[in-house]
């Protein structure tokens, strides 16, 4: 084998190993910002629950932009372990109506509509994070 043979075996292996640390980042960040909105979830159940509408509204206009924040952040890159699916992209879109939804019932005083609204986004926040949680140790 060559020096340059090896050199572009090196070169290559490298990049490779560097690509693969990246996409792991990029799974732990993404990781990170679905626990992020899985805590403003919880504190709008508990606004909900507990305070007024306007604390209410408060809390879920929160989860809404932190949503936001991972749709910009990850919705055209998304991590490799959801390269394959198909309903990511439209994912961002309906979590979003569905808060939209959440803060017009919240403003009409309606608790149990407003409660089984944020229940399926629950759902979805529980399946992101499962699905880019670091494996097992």
């Known amino acids: ?26 799974l732990a960040d993404f990781h990170a910002a679905v626990d992020e909105a ?13 305070q007024s509408q306007q604390e209410t509204s408060a809390a879920v206009n929160q989860l809404r932009r932190t949503w936001q924040s991972i749709n910009e952040r990850f919705g055209r890159d998304r991590p490799a372990a959801f390269a394959d ?9 309906l979590v979003d109506m569905r808060l939209v939804g959440v803060l017009l019932t919240i403003d009409l005083g309606n608790r149990d509509a407003a409660r089984a609204g944020l229940a399926p986004i629950e759902d979805t926040l529980t399946r992101l994070s499962a699905r880019s949680a670091p494996p097992a140790q």
Do not use: G, K, N, P
């Not at 043979?5 to 990246?22: F, M, P």
């Not at 899985?38 to 507990?50: F, I, K, W």
């Open 1 to 26: 084998m060559s020096f340059a043979h090896a050199r572009r075996i090196v070169v290559l292996t490298a990049s490779l190993l560097l690509t693969a640390a990246a996409h792991a980042d990029d």
């Open 85 to 93: 699916d198909e309903q990511y992209s439209s994912m961002f879109m």
């Open 38 to 50: 899985m805590a403003d979830y919880r504190t709008a159940m508990t606004m909900l629950e507990t």
